[in-house]
T-cell receptor
Framework: QQKVQQSPESLIVPEGGMASLNCTFS?????YFWWYRQHSGEGPKALM?????GDKKEGRFTAHLNKASLYVSLHIKDSQPSDSALYFC????????????FGLGTRVSVFP | DMKVTQMPRYLIKRMGENVLLECGQD?????MYWYRQDPGLGLQLIYI???????SEGDIPKGYRVSRKKREHFSLILDSAKTNQTSVYFC????????????FGPGTRLTVL
């Protein structure tokens, strides 16, 4: 069964700083990788996806994928207080029945 | 705009009472999910529904059942609620595209006294 592990559990970042979130997964057949963000009192929302090895940049967010190393990461540049949230890594092997497997999350706190 | 709704948003029940949590989506998505979220435990999958009357247990189905009689509506039922079912419950739906993106509702905070 797919296992998705995230580190660190929590992260404190100064405003304007860089936040780096890590995620490892166990199934080498994994194909689809998502980062979700959940603000307090809300449901998780998809932040970005990455499906091919390498980097993908969307604004201040950059995702990195290395399937051979079973590793995906998210970097938040120029962190803002509004980036304070719980971030989930989610992985799918492309099995219709199973969908996404979520990690436990990394809590990011950005202080002014 | 794609939307998943949940009702009620907050609910307080006594142990042994029945609970009905409701979820709707306006995207005609076939697949829907119920999760619960507890501190430090992430999102735990309770049930999956692949379409009307086509439901499958997730990782923690014990104490729960579901009903899906219309594609846009998915209910979670707790028969005789227990205090350890106090949690935040999220419904999600999955788009038809192959990217497996899930859309989540705002959640229902359930307290069982």
């Amino acid at each position: 069964q797919q296992k998705v592990q995230q580190s660190p559990e929590s992260l404190i970042v100064p405003e304007g700083g860089m936040a780096s979130l890590n995620c490892t997964f166990s199934d080498r057949n994994s194909q689809y990788f998502w980062w979700y963000r959940q603000h307090s009192g809300e449901g998780p929302k998809a932040l970005m996806s990455i499906f091919s090895n390498g980097d993908k940049k969307e604004g201040r967010f950059t995702a990195h994928l290395n399937k051979a190393s079973l590793y995906v990461s998210l970097h938040i540049k120029d962190s803002q207080p509004s980036d304070s949230a719980l971030y989930f890594c989610a992985v799918s092997i492309g099995n219709y029945a199973q969908g996404l497997t979520f990690g436990l999350g990394t809590r990011v706190s950005v202080f002014p | 705009d794609m939307k998943v709704t949940q009702m009620p948003r907050y609910l307080i029940k006594r142990m042994g009472e029945n609970v009905l949590l409701e979820c709707g989506q306006d995207m005609s998505h076939e697949t829907m999910y119920w999760y619960r979220q507890d501190p430090g435990l992430g999102l735990q999958l309770i049930y999956i529904s692949y379409d009307v009357d086509s439901n499958s247990e997730g990782d923690i189905p014990k104490g729960y059942r579901v009903s899906r009689k219309k594609r846009e509506h998915f209910s979670l039922i707790l028969d005789s609620a227990k205090t350890n079912q106090t949690s935040v419950y999220f419904c999600a739906s999955r788009g038809q595209e192959s990217s497996y993106e899930q859309y989540f509702g705002p959640g229902t905070r359930l307290t069982v006294l």
